[in-house]
């Protein structure tokens, strides 16, 4: 029986930023996550944060938490 992979939790760290219709975590390194997020961040806009979420394709964060670093 094949079964779903389950998703994998990631923490990561950086700025975001207000990019298309997805906000943006730009890491350290200076990859870029798309952030699908449903609480409200705009006061944490240009400001380091860290994300807790789960990977939803390739770039995409499907986000559980979002908090200043």
Do not use: C, Q
Request: proline fraction near 10%; hydrophobic fraction near 35%.
């Amino acid at each position: 029986m094949n079964s779903m992979p389950r998703p994998t939790p990631l923490e990561l760290t950086g700025i975001l930023l207000e990019k298309g219709p997805y906000p943006i975590l730009r890491a350290p390194d200076g990859g870029e996550w798309r952030l699908d997020i449903l609480k409200r961040h705009k006061h944490l806009l240009g400001t380091r944060v860290k994300v807790t979420g789960t990977r939803d394709g390739f770039d995409l964060l499907a986000v559980e938490r979002i908090e200043p670093a």
